[in-house]
């Protein structure tokens, strides 16, 4: 309707319209967004249970629920093994079909079946290879991205709220308030992140809710400072102090006016935290000192390939998927900085 009346198109319009014209940023997004929407259907992808199964005119959803291997011929009562050729003449009989998705391991799954010793190179059955354990890299990656991914996520979205909430104290209120909070950050950044993660990591079990609160502890203090110097120069400006005029309170002065006009920095960082926060796990996982044991995760990829110097296609597949996911949130971030540059507004 603005559009039709004539009426200029919103702040936030303009901005997407600029950054919907940068195409590289533009496809990133569009790239980024359908991965990550393809990984969260991970089990859809990779596993090694069938989707539908179809045996002596029943219909089984193994994917939901675990069938015993009697039920298709066999002599325990033991979960199906659907990757044994036993099972899968079962299912190649008249009659009987199974609809398996694309790539038929699990991320823990072991390929018992192998025609060559772990590490095995790409192959008809193991599209990437499989890593020294015999688990399918390709399930490990795409469970290994999703894991990185909505870690980053989480991460970045605590950091955010802990460092709008105290850069926004800081910069509004000022005064003693904001110097009694730049002493406690700088003694709080004073610690060393790394040891405190090495004691953690010896005296509790490894997790990714405790890897991501102890981050947390210390990622939000560099967006705090972007969020109190917006707030600085905003709370002087003739909006607010009409708002204190009006009679308006410190939270309504902030929440609706001072905060929505100091939200740039944090917009424009947003892809390169995530950036940084897959970075971390990854080089938490390498030193051993992320995700448990088994779970599946980027950085311990590499750690395999470290101690697998022949395995080439271990350090490939997962140096490249890592690549990939950093360069589209760097060209993301490239194209909300000049989205939201008001130096590159439309005339």
């Keep these: 309707m603005a559009k039709e009346a004539g009426l200029p198109a919103s702040p936030g319009r303009r901005a997407w319209l600029r950054f919907k014209r940068n195409r590289l940023g533009f496809w990133s997004l569009a790239v980024f967004s359908a991965l ?21 005119g029943h219909w089984y959803l193994p994917i939901l629920k675990n069938v015993p291997e009697t ?79 909505l870690f980053g996520l989480a991460l970045t979205v605590v950091g955010v709220v802990l460092g709008v909430v105290t850069g926004a104290v800081q910069g509004f209120f000022g005064g003693k308030t904001d110097l009694a909070f730049q002493r406690l950050i700088e003694i709080w950044s004073s610690m060393p992140e790394l040891y405190l993660l090495i004691i953690f990591a010896a005296v509790f079990e490894p997790s990714i809710a405790l890897l991501l609160v102890l981050l947390s502890l210390f990622g939000w203090m560099g967006l705090s400072d972007y969020v109190r110097a917006e707030f600085l120069r905003n709370r002087q400006l003739d909006y607010v102090r009409a708002a204190r005029a009006l ?9 609706r006016h001072v905060l929505p006009n100091s939200l740039t920095p944090v917009v424009t960082f947003l892809p390169f935290r995530v950036s940084a926060a897959i970075l971390a796990l990854t080089s938490l996982d390498f030193l051993g000192l992320g995700v448990p044991p088994g779970t599946p995760s980027l950085g311990e ?47």
């Excluded at 990550?36 to 002596?56: F, M, Q, T």
């Excluded at 699990?106 to 059955?125: G, L, M, Q, V």
């Excluded at 009679?247 to 929440?255: D, K, N, R």
């Design 71 to 149: 039920t298709f011929g066999g002599d325990f009562q033991t979960p199906t093994d659907y990757l044994d050729p036993f099972i899968q003449q079962q299912f190649a009989r008249p009659g009987n079909f199974a609809l398996y998705p694309p790539n038929r391991y699990y991320y823990s799954t072991i390929n018992y079946f192998a025609k060559e010793p772990n590490p095995a190179p790409p192959s008809r059955d193991n599209w990437l290879g499989t890593d020294d354990r015999g688990r399918d890299v390709l399930a490990r990656l795409i469970y290994g991205f999703r894991i990185s991914v």
């Design 36 to 56: 990550l929407v393809l990984s969260l259907g991970a089990e859809l992808l990779s596993n090694d249970k069938p989707l539908l199964a179809r045996y002596d």
């Design 301 to 347: 990829l590499l750690a395999q390939g470290k101690e697998n110097i022949d395995a080439w296609w271990i350090s490939l597949s997962t140096f490249a998927v890592l690549v990939i996911t950093l360069l589209l949130l760097t060209f993301m971030g490239d194209a909300l900085r000049d989205a939201l540059d008001p130096r590159k507004a439309d005339r």
């Design 247 to 255: 009679g308006l309170s410190s939270w309504q002065i902030i929440t």
